[in-house]
């Protein structure tokens, strides 16, 4: 089976799927093609920012470069952040499209070295230029017009197949996007899942906080998860209900950030809670009354905790409308908890209220983004206030819990 991988030098995520992508290739027995795209262009393409880094808000952006130093590590392979990130790749990802498919590996791995390890500046035309000699090329085929034209091609054809960024994989009539979301590649490309055995050890006296909102399908799909992956390692897991719109405001990013995304990427995020529901093994769908209204039901997860995953599988396997007190009732009621008398103290008790706005302003000050957050305190680190905890953003970051817990 062909196994196309979309990438561009300037996106760090990309390179380090070009870390990983010869051994998927391998592994699996599929026919690995290199498909350089102008990243730029396919942002032009979905009506994107072209610079998405200097979009981000401050606690999301910081995140995201913890996450890329993480996998780096995890990969066991150098990253740096050059200084003048990003920088202009135009002319390199010319020479990719001009360079043989028997060459482009090769000249590919080392444009990602001098860019990404190196710290070369990849758009002075003295280092391109020595780069494409060592791989037997000449640096003008760049200026070919129809190298230029097959390159805008190659962009506009994986835009019109509805990728939105690198790197991406596409396997028969699908498209994966994210280099942390090869095992889904893998599967697609088997039919079968890999095996796979997360980081693991005793964590005895470390302690993870679980910030999580109703209102998130992927909260959603991390409270399936999160006791079976983290209670073998012995950590102590604390579930946080927080007002997840609340942290959105506070920190500037729209009440539903699904909806505010261009339509390329909310298409595949719709599909990839799917997936990614299929891989877990949990029934799933988009409730009827999304965005849901989840206040009074995280105030009764503040008074009654037991009854979170009931909860959640209420609202996102059931299309049960647990923001409707009455619905939200009788939803407790059949699990046998005391449902009309916990959804009367959850609308009225000051307490519950103040716990949501501290939890909320707790998570805010830790550095979340969105939910689920996890913050992890290793057991080394907690008597030493003065060492930060680590944060990790999205249900798609166990793989980093667990190595943060027990490496």
Same mark, same amino acid.
């Given at each position: 089976?062909?196994?196309?991988?979309?990438?561009?030098?300037?996106?760090?995520?990309?390179?380090?799927?070009?870390?990983?992508?010869?051994?998927?290739?391998?592994?699996?027995?599929?026919? !690995?093609?290199?498909?350089?795209?102008?990243?730029?262009?396919?942002?032009?393409?979905?009506? &994107?920012?072209?610079?998405?880094?200097?979009?981000?808000?401050?606690?999301?952006?910081?995140?995201?470069?913890?996450?890329? @130093?993480?996998?780096?590590?995890?990969?066991?392979?150098?990253?740096?952040?050059?200084?003048?990130?990003?920088?202009? @790749?135009?002319?390199?990802?010319?020479?990719?499209? +001009?360079?043989?498919?028997?060459?482009?590996?090769?000249?590919?791995?080392?444009?990602?070295?001098?860019?990404?390890?190196?710290?070369?500046?990849?758009?002075?035309?003295?280092?391109?230029?020595?780069?494409?000699?060592?791989?037997?090329? @000449?640096?003008?085929?760049?200026?070919?017009?129809?190298?230029?034209?097959?390159?805008? $091609?190659?962009?506009?054809?994986?835009?019109?197949?509805?990728?939105?960024?690198?790197?991406?994989?596409?396997?028969?009539?699908?498209?994966?996007?994210?280099?942390?979301?090869?095992? !889904?590649?893998?599967?697609?490309?088997?039919?079968?899942?890999?095996?796979?055995?997360?980081?693991?050890?005793?964590? =005895?006296?470390?302690?993870?906080?679980?910030?999580?909102?109703?209102? @998130?399908?992927?909260?959603?799909?991390?409270?399936?998860?999160?006791?079976?992956?983290?209670?073998?390692?012995? $950590?102590?897991?604390?579930?946080?209900?927080?007002?997840?719109?609340?942290?959105?405001?506070?920190?500037?990013?729209?009440?539903?950030?699904?909806?505010?995304?261009?339509?390329?990427?909310?298409?595949?995020?719709?599909?990839?809670?799917?997936?990614?529901?299929?891989?877990?093994?949990?029934?799933?769908?988009?409730?009827? #009354?999304?965005?849901?209204?989840?206040?009074?039901?995280?105030?009764?997860?503040?008074?009654?905790?037991?009854?979170?995953?009931?909860?959640?599988?209420?609202?996102? $396997?059931?299309?049960?409308?647990?923001?409707?007190? =009455?619905?939200?009732?009788?939803?407790?009621?059949?699990?046998?908890?005391?449902?009309?008398?916990?959804?009367?103290? +959850?609308? #009225?008790?000051?307490? &519950?209220?103040?716990?949501?706005?501290?939890? #909320?302003?707790?998570?805010?000050?830790?550095?979340?983004?969105?939910?689920?957050?996890?913050?992890?305190?290793?057991?080394? &680190?907690?008597?030493?206030?003065?060492?930060?905890?680590?944060?990790?953003?999205?249900?798609?970051?166990?793989?980093?819990?667990?190595? $943060?817990?027990?490496?």
């Amino acid at each position: 089976m062909d196994l196309e991988f979309y990438y561009d030098v300037v996106c760090p995520y990309a390179y380090l799927a070009s870390t990983r992508i010869e051994a998927l290739a391998a592994k699996t027995g599929a026919t !690995l093609h290199w498909r350089p795209v102008l990243l730029g262009g396919l942002f032009r393409h979905v009506g &994107a920012d072209q610079n998405p880094g200097a979009a981000m808000g401050p606690a999301k952006a910081r995140l995201n470069l913890a996450d890329m @130093s993480r996998f780096a590590a995890m990969y066991g392979v150098p990253l740096e952040m050059p200084a003048a990130h990003p920088r202009r @790749s135009v002319e390199a990802m010319r020479l990719l499209v +001009a360079a043989p498919e028997s060459v482009r590996p090769a000249l590919t791995h080392a444009l990602y070295r001098a860019y990404w390890v190196e710290g070369r500046d990849i758009a002075d035309r003295a280092v391109l230029g020595a780069l494409a000699a060592a791989h037997g090329l @000449s640096l003008e085929v760049i200026d070919a017009p129809a190298v230029r034209d097959a390159l805008f $091609a190659e962009t506009a054809a994986a835009a019109a197949r509805g990728l939105f960024g690198v790197p991406a994989f596409g396997v028969g009539d699908r498209i994966f996007w994210g280099q942390d979301r090869m095992h !889904l590649v893998e599967r697609a490309l088997t039919g079968a899942a890999p095996e796979y055995a997360p980081p693991s050890g005793a964590a =005895a006296g470390a302690r993870v906080t679980l910030y999580h909102d109703f209102a @998130s399908p992927f909260a959603y799909l991390a409270a399936t998860q999160a006791e079976r992956i983290l209670g073998p390692t012995g $950590a102590e897991l604390l579930w946080r209900p927080i007002l997840l719109g609340a942290l959105f405001r506070d920190i500037g990013t729209p009440d539903v950030p699904l909806m505010a995304m261009n339509e390329a990427r909310r298409r595949y995020f719709a599909r990839d809670l799917h997936d990614w529901a299929e891989w877990w093994g949990v029934p799933f769908r988009f409730p009827d #009354t999304f965005p849901i209204r989840t206040v009074l039901p995280l105030r009764v997860a503040l008074l009654a905790p037991e009854a979170t995953p009931l909860l959640y599988r209420a609202a996102w $396997a059931e299309n049960r409308d647990i923001g409707d007190a =009455a619905v939200l009732a009788a939803v407790l009621d059949a699990a046998g908890f005391p449902g009309a008398s916990l959804v009367e103290r +959850a609308a #009225t008790d000051p307490d &519950a209220k103040a716990a949501l706005r501290a939890n #909320t302003d707790a998570a805010r000050a830790v550095g979340a983004c969105g939910v689920p957050t996890f913050v992890v305190e290793r057991a080394d &680190a907690l008597d030493a206030p003065a060492r930060p905890p680590e944060v990790f953003w999205g249900q798609d970051r166990f793989e980093l819990v667990m190595e $943060a817990l027990c490496r």
